[in-house]
């Protein structure tokens, strides 16, 4: 079946420590997203890519990165840089963001807390 | 500013009760969905809407583009419906969603 794998599920960072969670997809789509969702909050773009090799700041991008070198991943890392990393991490897909009609596919996220 | 909001934000029903979540934004869109994101996090599309109304089961969405308004109702409520559902709105200019804080549904048998 096709969809998107985040992995791990659970995620534990200690202070000062990058970490990278991992996002693929077999949809053969050509936008990825990374959103936060924190409780109380709306989900929130961190970055997203429109194509392989390319990719944007989305509203809350400061302490994160991303790659986008094949079309099927776009791993997510979080830096030390981000200070306040506890919360629960939503990767996105959909087939092309341009034509803004079609619908999103969500993995199942991984939750990311601070020891 | 948050340009999507829902209500209620918590909803408590008895099994069989008709219920409405409401969502409402204040920017031109292409499109809204609809999405039930499941006690253990994931996420799935129910509905994307640009006009009138869509049913799928026991799922009924609506949407009103003049109002900026679209409802989604649950007919014969299970408690497996029990879920936050979460309105998402993509503006005209852009490639971004912007997503409601959700209505956290409990249905209780």
């Known amino acids: 079946d096709g969809g998107i794998t985040q992995s791990p599920k659970y995620l534990f960072r200690k202070e000062g420590q990058n970490v990278t969670l991992s996002c693929e997809q077999n949809?053969?789509?050509?936008?990825m997203y990374w959103y936060r969702q924190d409780p109380g909050q709306g989900l929130r773009l961190i970055y997203y890519?429109?194509?392989?090799?390319?990719?944007q700041k989305g509203d809350i991008a400061e302490g994160y990165s991303v790659s986008r070198e094949k079309k099927e991943s776009f791993p997510l890392t979080v830096t030390s840089a981000q200070k306040n990393p506890t919360a629960f991490y939503l990767c996105?897909?959909?087939?092309?963001?341009?034509?803004?009609?079609?619908?999103?596919?969500f993995g199942d996220g991984t939750r990311l807390s601070i020891l | 500013k948050n340009e999507v909001e829902q209500s209620p934000q918590n909803l408590t029903a008895q099994e069989g009760e008709f219920i409405t979540i409401n969502c409402s934004y204040s920017?031109?869109?292409?499109?809204l969905h609809w999405l039930q994101q499941h006690p253990g996090g994931g996420i799935v599309s129910l509905f994307m809407?640009?006009?009138g109304k869509k049913k799928h089961g026991r799922l009924i969405a609506t949407i009103n583009i003049q109002e900026k308004h679209s409802s989604l109702h649950i007919t014969a409520s299970h408690p497996r419906d029990s879920a936050v559902y979460i309105c998402?709105?993509?503006?005209?200019?852009?490639?971004?969603?912007?997503f409601g804080t959700g209505t956290s549904l409990t249905v209780i048998p």
């Open positions: 996105a897909s959909s087939i092309d963001p341009g034509q803004g009609r079609v619908p999103q596919h």
């Open positions: 949809l053969n789509h050509d936008a």
């Open positions: 890519s429109q194509i392989v090799n390319d990719f």
């Open positions: 920017v031109g869109i292409s499109a």
């Open positions: 809407l640009s006009s």
């Open positions: 998402a709105v993509r503006p005209l200019t852009g490639n971004q969603f912007y």
